[in-house]
């Protein structure tokens, strides 16, 4: 499969314990993305990469929340000392260099905080 | 604030029959307009996506109608199959930025 994928799929947590997610992208797609997607509500953006800068941050990335993505390949999400408001599926999407527009979604990470 | 309206939240349709899902905007800067289909554990997986220089886009039975004096576009499935049952979500994106507004989806089921 040449899809993005993510890492894991599935993370029960409790509430005030760190959690880190992984997404590798489409080999040579030289941006990425991250979104959080809440039940019944679209996709919302919190940062964007392109190669290994980080390039733009939501306000919906508290200081709780960084992002990695060394070397430019695959990149990492973070959540410090969570909250059950950060219950979600957690999207990452990359695009390929040339192609401005189109975003590849994997298939997400659902968090939940108990 | 929701800087891409959807309705409606959820449709019923016959197999065979057409689906019509509606999208609104108010930011002119928006230049890119892709539609996007979920299925349940899945991330959205792009279908069709039109930019503002054209009215309509077709591929397959998916066609998207865009009118831009009234801020508003459209998908039309044509010949709806049960197989179309999930989520779909308009979106939007703004000339030069990086991020895609996403509306919040409607829940199509197609009934046999």
């Known amino acids: 499969d040449t899809g993005v994928s993510q890492n894991p799929r599935h993370k029960i947590t409790k509430r005030g314990q760190n959690v880190t997610f992984?997404?590798?992208?489409?080999?040579?797609?030289?941006?990425?993305?991250?979104?959080?997607?809440?039940?019944?509500?679209?996709?919302?953006?919190?940062?964007y990469f392109q190669n290994e800068a980080q390039l733009e941050k939501s306000r919906l990335l508290s200081d709780r929340f960084s992002a990695e993505r060394p070397k430019g390949s695959f990149s990492t999400l973070e959540i410090q000392r969570t909250e059950q408001g950060d219950s979600a599926m957690y999207?990452?999407?990359?695009?390929?260099?040339?192609?401005?527009?189109?975003?590849?979604?994997?298939?997400?990470?659902?968090?939940?905080?108990l | 604030q929701q800087q891409v309206k959807q309705s409606p939240q959820s449709l019923i349709v016959q197999k065979g029959g057409i689906s019509i899902i509606n999208c609104a905007y108010e930011n002119t800067a928006f230049d890119y307009f892709p539609w996007y289909q979920q299925f349940p554990g899945k991330g959205p997986a792009l279908l069709i996506a039109i930019r503002p220089d054209v009215s309509e886009k077709?591929?397959?039975?998916?066609?998207?109608?865009?009118?831009?004096?009234?801020?508003?576009?459209?998908?039309?499935i044509m010949d709806s199959q049960p197989g179309d049952s999930a989520t779909y979500f308009c979106a939007a994106k703004?000339?030069?930025?990086?991020?895609?507004?996403?509306?919040?989806?409607?829940?199509?089921?197609?009934?046999?």
Request: hydrophobic share 30%.
């Open chain 2, 58 to 76: 077709k591929e397959g039975r998916f066609t998207i109608s865009f009118n831009k004096s009234a801020k508003q576009f459209s998908l039309h």
């Open chain 1, 22 to 47: 992984r997404c590798d992208p489409i080999s040579e797609h030289n941006r990425l993305y991250w979104y959080r997607q809440t039940l019944g509500q679209g996709p919302e953006f919190l940062t």
């Open chain 1, 91 to 113: 999207l990452c999407a990359s695009t390929p260099a040339g192609l401005y527009n189109e975003q590849f979604f994997g298939p997400g990470t659902r968090l939940t905080v």
């Open chain 2, 94 to 112: 703004k000339a030069g930025a990086n991020n895609l507004f996403f509306g919040t989806g409607t829940r199509l089921t197609v009934i046999p």
